[in-house]
């Protein structure tokens, strides 16, 4: 399965990839970690279509003693090694694993797992307004603007459109109900873009 760096997808982990444990717990042993249904089908896919991913996902639970980083480990191994069976390929996972309160730049909706994902494939910054991320949180959607991602929400996990309306400053580019139907949207976007730019008309929104 080959790889083009042109062409990459950020995503939340816990609601977008996993099943959302709830408000205000964690993930914090492997036989908690349940992938969203169609999940997995949806990675296989951007891996197929040649999309470099990446997870950013913040993880205070670990900066706050509530489970160790062992443990953090042991989850990830257990999400990578199903994504690998599924035929899928995720580039590299961030965590912030910091309290909320130590003003650290991976902490979305701060950038710098993001900005270390594109030094990683060679892009700079500015790059970062061809891709898409993807997440279930006020806190991924303002992540991914401040970043000049494309944004997309998915109603998978903790948040829901009744959040969007009532408390949100920012508005993501895309509403759907899962990382299927957003995986959907980047694959089908991606496919005009390209038929667009092969009839020489300029990328338009």
């Given at each position: 399965?080959?790889?083009?760096?042109?062409?990459?997808?950020?995503?939340?982990?816990?609601?977008v990839?996993?099943?959302?444990?709830?408000?205000?717990?964690?993930?914090?042993?492997v036989?908690?970690?349940h992938f969203?249904p169609?999940?997995?089908e949806?990675l296989?896919?951007?891996?197929?279509?040649?999309?470099?991913?990446?997870?950013?996902?913040?993880?205070?639970?670990?900066?706050k003693?509530?489970?160790?980083?062992d443990?953090?480990?042991?989850?990830?191994r257990?999400?990578?090694?199903?994504?690998?069976k599924?035929?899928?390929?995720?580039?590299k996972?961030?965590?912030?694993?910091?309290r909320s309160?130590?003003?650290?730049?991976?902490?979305?909706?701060?950038?710098g797992?993001?900005?270390?994902?594109?030094?990683?494939?060679?892009?700079?910054?500015?790059?970062a307004?061809?891709?898409?991320f993807?997440?279930?949180t006020?806190?991924?959607?303002e992540?991914?603007?401040?970043?000049?991602?494309?944004?997309?929400?998915?109603?998978?996990?903790r948040?829901t459109?009744e959040h969007?309306?009532r408390?949100?400053n920012?508005?993501?580019?895309y509403?759907?109900?899962?990382?299927?139907a957003?995986t959907?949207?980047?694959i089908?976007?991606?496919?005009?873009?390209?038929?667009?730019?092969?009839?020489?008309a300029?990328?338009?929104?």
């Amino acid at each position: 399965m080959s790889q083009n760096h042109n062409k990459i997808v950020f995503l939340d982990r816990d609601g977008v990839i996993n099943e959302f444990p709830g408000d205000g717990n964690y993930v914090t042993r492997v036989k908690d970690f349940h992938f969203i249904p169609g999940a997995l089908e949806a990675l296989k896919r951007l891996t197929d279509n040649g999309y470099t991913i990446f997870v950013v996902s913040n993880q205070a639970g670990v900066g706050k003693g509530v489970y160790s980083q062992d443990k953090l480990k042991r989850i990830t191994r257990k999400m990578m090694d199903g994504v690998k069976k599924a035929g899928a390929r995720i580039q590299k996972v961030y965590y912030c694993t910091h309290r909320s309160d130590a003003g650290c730049d991976c902490r979305k909706p701060e950038i710098g797992s993001v900005k270390k994902a594109l030094s990683l494939v060679n892009k700079p910054k500015s790059f970062a307004k061809k891709t898409y991320f993807v997440g279930d949180t006020k806190t991924d959607i303002e992540a991914g603007k401040k970043a000049g991602c494309q944004t997309i929400f998915v109603l998978s996990g903790r948040e829901t459109r009744e959040h969007i309306r009532r408390k949100w400053n920012v508005k993501p580019d895309y509403i759907v109900s899962d990382l299927k139907a957003a995986t959907k949207i980047i694959i089908d976007e991606n496919s005009r873009h390209s038929h667009l730019r092969g009839r020489g008309a300029s990328k338009s929104r």
